[in-house]
């Protein structure tokens, strides 16, 4: 069973940065077959997709996101990582990751909370 576990998340003021990190485990080695995604759900909303990152390492965002998050990854490592800059308080919510076809269990998840 594949889990991945997300961290990094907290409290920051509007303009502030954090990174988030992923890291999958019991996936062996093909960690880099999989398409990856953040996402994020605020309170009483659906989730929803903000970045993700192909095999080969091309990246989209969602137009909220774009030019402040950017998403890499580490396959040997078997994590996955978003920068965040110039937060804004309606990106508040929980981050999660998972593979663009969400084959992966649920993590538990990051907060974060961009408030002043």
């Known amino acids: 069973q594949v889990q991945v576990v997300e961290s990094g998340g907290g409290l920051v003021q509007p303009g502030g940065s954090l990174r988030l990190s992923c890291v999958a485990s019991?996936?062996?080695?093909?960690?880099?077959?999989?398409?990856m995604g953040w996402y994020r759900q605020a309170p009483g909303m659906q989730r929803e997709l903000v970045a993700d990152?192909?095999?080969?390492?091309?990246?989209s965002y969602e137009d909220s996101v774009k030019g402040r998050f950017t998403i890499s990854r580490d396959n040997a490592k078997k994590t996955v990582y978003l920068e965040m800059r110039n937060l804004k308080p309606e990106d508040t919510a929980d981050y999660f990751c998972?593979?663009?076809?969400?084959?992966?269990?649920w993590g538990p998840g990051t907060q974060v909370t961009v408030s002043s």
């Open positions: 990152i192909d095999v080969g390492g091309s990246a």
């Open positions: 998972n593979t663009m076809s969400k084959q992966f269990a």
């Open positions: 019991g996936i062996g080695y093909i960690f880099n077959i999989y398409n």
